[in-house]
């Protein structure tokens, strides 16, 4: 069964760094896109990145020169290096398997159960 876990969530302060792991299990992961997807409390969900299986990377402009997502093939694991760390930032991470090999927006299924990240001074 597919699955995903995300981690490496937790409390940073403003203009700090932290490192998101999507580990996924039950297919192989550089086969398909991945997205990775924020919620804050009463907004809307975001998307921020994707990598498409041959590694191509797309960013949301509320992200991109801050946010990274990279790949490792052998841990079967996608991350989002996330750094210079906004306040409103602050939100649940999660990550989702693109439905084909290319990034395409909206096409994901198999999310993870998120992960906490709050900027905070």
């Known amino acids: 069964q597919s699955q995903l876990v995300e981690s490496g969530g937790g409390l940073v302060q403003p203009g700090g760094s932290l490192r998101l792991s999507c580990a996924a299990s039950g297919f192989t992961l550089d086969h398909y896109a991945t997205g990775w997807f924020r919620q804050a409390p009463g907004k809307e969900r975001e998307e921020l990145s994707c990598?498409?299986?041959?590694?191509?990377?797309n960013y949301a402009d509320s992200v991109k020169g801050r946010f990274t997502v990279s790949r490792d093939k052998a841990k079967n694991t996608v991350y989002l290096e996330m750094n210079s760390l906004k306040l409103e930032d602050t939100a649940v991470y999660y990550c989702a398997k693109g439905v084909f090999r290319m990034c395409a927006r909206g096409e994901y299924e198999y999310w993870g159960q998120g992960t906490q990240v709050t900027v905070s001074s």
């Open positions: 990598i498409s299986s041959s590694g191509t990377t």
